[in-house]
């Protein structure tokens, strides 16, 4: 009981009560302690689960492509969270559609109506010209609900026996974490130690159509959807021949097969189209969305597909408790209208140009050094020479960049990604190309020298499907 509290542990819980309430609190403005960022990632790395291996900077504020942290430094963001941020942080007209919003209605979850979904799915489903959404929240999610639709369509539609359905996937496109989305990756990071994997999947290389007809001439009567990404992003921006999409159109059409398209990243004007497939002029029969339909603010996930195929879901078969709530589809709505009103596809399709040529003129200065720059829109990779980049790596370039203000993410050892927000400005990218240009001229040097020679890395198979990663 507490009354029965001895004076030395009722003083010890005080102490540390007071200790965690100012431990939690982050002091305002700027020129604080710069230990005050280390602080916060130790804490982070005491108490949170060691799943990610970030950049040492801790994001305290953010507008458009910029980011404070909490000493009041300033960076450009060239990852937007993985194409979350689209739109650019905090974006004023997303920001009091959350805030209009939030102060209604919030959750009503499924078992009933809101005023704000049917008006989401009226609005996304007419920009996309499909029939019909199912909304979730994260991008695995709706990888999730796009496998079980079409397995579902497989069995009602293509009548393959019960239990037998195949879903086809490609070797190093990424589908999020989940279990199903794990069991359609090739990544031995991703499934090493989190068997049995879900049964009733193939794999094909990426970009190879011949395979991929193989495997439907073989197997067509049990394949139910072919998932892939347009571009591939976690694997480091990497571009199909082209034709590619045609033709896995036409196959998918040939031997009824749904053409799952992951647009989770590629989508909403990221690549310079409002989706990668746009490239080819060439309509998926279901389109999973996520990251940036949420604005940077809140997740939100949708699959599109038309009547025939989505219909074959029924009440009670699948849906989630927050899947098309309110406040999400107020937020949707806004972060679809800020993409089309302020053309942000356009502007990728054109700042992309601007940034490659910017980037080009980099590597023609350090030929050695960079093996490629690639991308469309704005989203680009910058891949490194490994051999001549060693022992330095891609995150080793990372962690200079944000020294220098500029933050990027790596893939891999040798590859940085370059994918700011769309609202950028000309001259925040042409910071972002020089800062690279700065840090391989001034700091790759020292690095090199102070860094011990690292052994050659060994390229590893895949466990599932014995390809080299
Ligand atoms: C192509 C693709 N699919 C799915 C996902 C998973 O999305 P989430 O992290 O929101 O679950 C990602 C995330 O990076 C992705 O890039």
């Not at 997303?94 to 919030?106: D, F, N, R, S």
């Not at 021949?241 to 990221?270: F, H, W």
């Not at 009547?307 to 849906?319: A, F, N, Q, Y």
Request: charged residues 25%.
């Amino acid at each position: 009981m507490a009354t029965s509290k001895r004076p030395l542990q009722r003083l010890l819980s005080r102490v540390c009560r007071e200790a965690r309430r100012t431990y939690g609190v982050l002091p305002q403005g700027h020129g604080h302690d710069p230990s005050f960022s280390q602080h916060l990632i130790n804490l982070e790395y005491e108490y949170s689960a060691h799943n990610y291996h970030p950049v040492p900077i801790v994001f305290s504020k953010a507008k458009g492509s910029c980011i404070w942290d909490p000493e009041g430094n300033k960076y450009l963001d060239f990852l937007s969270a993985y194409s979350a941020v689209n739109q650019g942080h905090c974006h004023p007209r997303i920001m009091k559609a959350l805030q209009e919003q939030a102060e209604k209605l919030t959750l009503s979850s499924r078992a009933f109506y809101n005023d704000r979904f049917p008006v989401f799915a009226e609005h996304l489903t007419n920009m996309f010209g499909y029939d019909m959404v199912l909304p979730m929240n994260t991008g695995a999610e709706g990888v999730e609900t796009a496998l079980k639709l079409a397995r579902k369509w497989g069995y009602e539609k293509k009548k393959i026996p019960i239990d037998e359905a195949i879903i086809i996937s490609c070797c190093g496109c990424f589908h999020g974490r989940t279990l199903a989305a794990i069991s359609m990756s090739c990544d031995n990071e991703a499934t090493r130690g989190f068997g049995p994997l879900l049964s009733g999947h193939l794999k094909v290389d990426f970009g190879d159509v011949v395979s991929l007809e193989k495997s439907f001439r073989e197997q067509g009567d049990r394949i139910a959807g072919f998932l892939f990404e347009p571009i591939q992003g976690e694997a480091g921006v990497i571009i199909p021949p082209d034709g590619y999409l045609k033709s896995v159109r036409d196959l998918c059409s040939k031997y009824n097969v749904l053409m799952i398209a992951d647009e989770i990243q590629t989508g909403l004007a990221r690549t310079g189209k409002m989706l990668a497939c746009d490239w080819e002029q060439v309509r998926p029969d279901v389109v999973i969305l996520g990251k940036a339909l949420g604005g940077g603010v809140i997740p939100v996930s949708a699959v599109l597909a038309d009547k025939d195929v989505m219909l074959c879901i029924r009440p009670g078969e699948h849906g989630s408790t927050f899947g098309g709530n309110p406040l999400a589809s107020a937020v949707a709505i806004a972060s679809l209208d800020v993409i089309k009103e302020e053309g942000l596809a356009e502007r990728s399709y054109h700042l992309g140009k601007e940034l490659r040529h910017q980037l080009l003129k980099v590597q023609q200065q350090f030929p050695d050094i960079i093996k490629e720059v690639r991308g469309r829109g704005l989203f680009n990779a910058v891949e490194f020479n490994s051999k001549t980049l060693s022992p330095v790596s891609a995150y080793d370039i990372c962690l200079k960049l944000k020294e220098r203000g500029v933050l990027a993410k790596p893939t891999h050892d040798t590859i940085v990604r370059l994918t700011p927000p769309l609202s950028i400005s000309s001259d925040e990218l042409q910071e972002g190309s020089k800062t690279l240009h700065e840090v391989l001229e001034l700091d790759l040097p020292k690095m090199k020298a102070a860094k011990p020679e690292k052994m050659p890395i060994a390229s590893t198979t895949c466990d599932r499907c014995g390809r080299n990663q």
